[in-house]
């Protein structure tokens, strides 16, 4: 229940930013529970894709231990 939350970013190429208010976004996600689900889906959606991403790279990192020995 912030009132603000903040990330650092890295950007490559120009790029715009967004910037929402949470509280006014959590009071819309309450609100309106088909934006709510659609975001939490889109979301998890995003965490899954980048979960099996590091696990691919761990597993990568692993393998070429085991060539080492």
């Not at 903040?6 to 120009?14: R, W």
């Not at 910037?19 to 959590?26: H, L, N, Q």
């Given at each position: 229940?912030?009132?603000?939350?903040?990330?650092?970013?890295?950007?490559?190429?120009?790029s715009e930013i967004?910037?929402?208010?949470?509280?006014?976004?959590?009071e819309l996600l309450r609100g309106n529970c088909e934006v709510g689900i659609s975001v939490m889906n889109q979301v998890a959606h995003i965490y899954f894709?980048?979960?099996?991403?590091?696990?691919t790279n761990l597993q990568n990192v692993a393998n070429q231990i085991s060539l080492i020995r």
């Open positions: 229940d912030s009132p603000r939350y903040t990330a650092t970013a890295v950007c490559n190429e120009d967004l910037s929402i208010e949470a509280k006014p976004f959590r894709h980048r979960y099996i991403n590091v696990l």
